[in-house]
């Protein structure tokens, strides 16, 4: 255990955990969505899925800006759907409902 956490210290830096932080933010809107679909008994996108979806690109996006790979920061391009989908939640939330 000594030795990986010398081969960490030698071979991460502070922007790799920036980045390995943003991917697993990304990572956890898939198994939020899994347990929360395998709950409902069908495929269910909860709202956090959203947020996750979010801060975890936002996060790789700048990662990826900083290790200036195109292909990198290209992968990030639906950034502006998660927001777009955040926007229409709060939105709807504010819209009272005729019940």
């Known amino acids: ?7 960490l210290a030698a071979n991460l830096s502070a922007w790799d ?3 390995l932080f943003g991917q697993s ?4 809107r898939f198994f ?3 347990i929360y679909s395998e709950r409902a008994k069908k495929v269910v996108v909860p709202e956090i899925f959203w947020y996750f979806s979010a801060g975890g690109g936002l996060i790789v ?3 990826a800006i900083h290790l ?6 290209l992968s990030q391009a639906a950034l502006p759907i998660y927001l ?3 926007y229409l939640i ?3 939330k504010k819209v009272p409902r005729d019940v």
């Open 1 to 7: 255990m000594q030795e990986f956490r010398a081969w």
């Open 17 to 19: 955990l920036v980045g």
């Open 25 to 28: 933010l990304f990572m956890m």
């Open 32 to 34: 939020y969505q899994w």
């Open 61 to 63: 996006l700048i990662y």
């Open 68 to 73: 200036h790979k195109i292909v990198f920061i």
């Open 84 to 86: 777009r989908n955040i």
């Open 90 to 92: 709060w939105k709807n």
